[in-house]
């Protein structure tokens, strides 16, 4: 079952923070982040994996709470380059799942002046 | 160039039309997956392969079909196109680490 995204979509003034979650139905092995610009291909962020630490990108960094099978991504002081449409993929790290992700629907993330 | 490429970027065809979309990389990976993109569904996973000659199916494989005969190459063919099959296309692929690296995308409409 597809992970679920929360918000949808956001707005942001640069200079300002935002949170991205990501919520699973089922046990988790990994969490991956990629972002897309529009009209382009999804770009690798970060990943967290089970009983890993916490991941920076940049001022974007993430968490993983292996209990609850969510990840968030934090967006701090954003730049107009932040925009864009955040992903997260999920792998459950099962032995026949060959790192297959499920991705999110997306969050839409538009950083204004 | 190294990196993974695909072909046709953009595609226009007709229902009950066979298309095949390319995809090639450069960098010897093993695993290779494609994906259609649609509006509110994020990524749905079609076909992988985790090497020549291994595929499996994805979330939504009912009218794709997808072979593997060289490790650069995994092209994905659409049997009988509907237009339920307009899309965009991203094929991806990554070593046994993590990071998937993706394709510029086909976008394919089906008339």
């Known amino acids: 079952q597809q992970p679920v995204q929360s918000p949808q979509a956001v707005i942001l003034r640069e200079g300002e923070d935002a949170v991205i979650n990501c919520s699973s139905s089922?046990?988790?092995?990994?969490v991956h982040w990629y972002r897309q610009k529009h009209g382009e291909a999804p770009v690798f962020l970060m990943i967290?994996?089970?009983?890993?630490e916490q991941k920076g990108h940049e001022k974007i960094s993430a968490s993983f709470n292996e209990k609850k099978q969510q990840s968030s991504l934090y967006l701090t002081a954003s730049q107009l380059s932040y925009s864009g449409t955040y992903f997260c993929?999920?792998?459950?790290?099962?032995?026949?799942?060959?790192?297959?992700?499920?991705f999110g629907a997306g969050t839409q993330v538009v950083v204004t002046p | 160039d190294a990196g993974i490429t695909q072909s046709p970027r953009y595609k226009i065809t007709e229902t009950g039309r066979q298309v095949t979309l390319m995809c090639h990389q450069t960098?010897?990976?093993?695993?290779m997956f494609w994906y259609r993109q649609d509006l509110g569904h994020g990524l749905r996973l079609i076909y992988y392969?985790?090497?020549?000659?291994?595929?499996d199916k994805g979330e939504v494989p009912d009218g794709y079909v997808v072979s593997r005969s060289k490790t650069e190459n995994f092209p994905l063919t659409l049997e009988s196109a509907t237009r339920s099959q307009t899309s965009v296309y991203f094929c991806?692929?990554?070593?046994?680490?993590?990071?998937?690296?993706f394709g510029p995308g086909t976008r394919l409409t089906v008339t």
């Open positions: 089922k046990a988790l092995y990994s």
């Open positions: 993929g999920t792998d459950p790290g099962r032995a026949d799942s060959w790192g297959k992700l499920q």
């Open positions: 392969s985790a090497a020549a000659d291994i595929t």
């Open positions: 960098w010897s990976h093993s695993y």
């Open positions: 967290l994996l089970k009983g890993g």
């Open positions: 991806a692929s990554r070593v046994t680490g993590y990071e998937q690296y």
